[in-house]
């Protein structure tokens, strides 16, 4: 049983990493949400030290996951999803995967007026693969300036400065898979046309 809990406890450390590397956040603004130091946070990453009871609380709230979540706890039997929004910029992303690492499943929701907003394009590790449910998505990915309509599917390779957000002043809903893995799926739109030609 001790040895359960210690492999349990070792394992929470890359998981921590890997909720905060994907969405993206730092250690300053995990620590200003949860209230534990950055060193205790780096630590805690790294499997220096082994997270108590009253640090995994704050850190499953911030990341948006519940305690089993954190600690992998093992199947209840349940496999229902229960997906709790997160939040940012206007953006609505509901998870649809329950473990940290591996693929991971979002349903993005992006309001209506979004975009306006002047494209940003990043990259980071891993594959992305988008699928369109509704509305009329705009993807800036390196060079090419694109827009998805439903039922369209684009994967690229994050590496590659990539952007998305409403073609137009409605609403729009996705489906995002994302992984180190890259799970491939091919690409079916085409490049947005040149309106000034």
């Given at each position: 049983?001790?040895?359960?809990?210690?492999?349990?406890?070792?394992?929470?450390?890359?998981?921590?990493?890997?909720?905060?590397?994907?969405?993206?956040t730092?250690?300053?603004?995990?620590?200003?949400?949860?209230?534990?130091?950055?060193s205790?946070?780096?630590?805690?990453?790294?499997?220096?030290?082994?997270?108590?009871?009253?640090?995994?609380?704050?850190?499953?709230?911030?990341?948006?996951?519940?305690?089993?979540?954190?600690?992998?706890?093992?199947?209840?039997?349940?496999?229902?999803?229960?997906?709790?929004?997160?939040?940012?910029?206007?953006?609505?992303?509901l998870?649809?995967?329950?473990?940290?690492?591996?693929?991971?499943?979002?349903?993005?929701?992006?309001?209506?007026?979004?975009?306006?907003?002047?494209?940003?394009?990043?990259?980071?590790?891993?594959?992305?693969?988008?699928?369109?449910?509704?509305?009329?998505?705009?993807?800036?990915?390196?060079?090419?300036?694109?827009?998805?309509?439903?039922?369209?599917?684009?994967?690229?390779?994050?590496?590659?400065?990539?952007?998305?957000?409403?073609a137009?002043?409605?609403?729009?809903?996705?489906?995002?898979?994302?992984?180190?893995?890259?799970?491939?799926?091919?690409?079916?739109?085409?490049?947005?046309?040149?309106?000034?030609?």
């Amino acid at each position: 049983m001790d040895d359960d809990i210690d492999q349990t406890l070792d394992a929470v450390g890359p998981r921590l990493r890997a909720l905060r590397k994907q969405r993206e956040t730092t250690l300053t603004e995990l620590s200003a949400a949860t209230g534990i130091s950055t060193s205790t946070l780096s630590r805690l990453e790294s499997g220096d030290r082994r997270p108590t009871l009253e640090q995994l609380f704050p850190l499953a709230k911030a990341h948006g996951v519940t305690l089993d979540e954190l600690v992998d706890a093992p199947p209840t039997g349940d496999p229902r999803i229960h997906p709790r929004p997160i939040t940012r910029g206007g953006m609505t992303m509901l998870p649809l995967t329950r473990r940290a690492g591996g693929i991971q499943a979002y349903k993005i929701v992006l309001p209506a007026g979004h975009h306006r907003q002047e494209p940003d394009p990043r990259t980071h590790e891993g594959y992305e693969w988008l699928y369109v449910l509704n509305g009329r998505l705009r993807l800036v990915l390196g060079e090419h300036d694109m827009e998805l309509t439903p039922g369209e599917a684009a994967e690229f390779d994050t590496h590659v400065p990539h952007w998305f957000g409403p073609a137009d002043a409605e609403p729009v809903e996705f489906l995002s898979l994302f992984g180190k893995q890259g799970e491939r799926a091919h690409l079916r739109a085409a490049p947005r046309k040149n309106t000034s030609e």
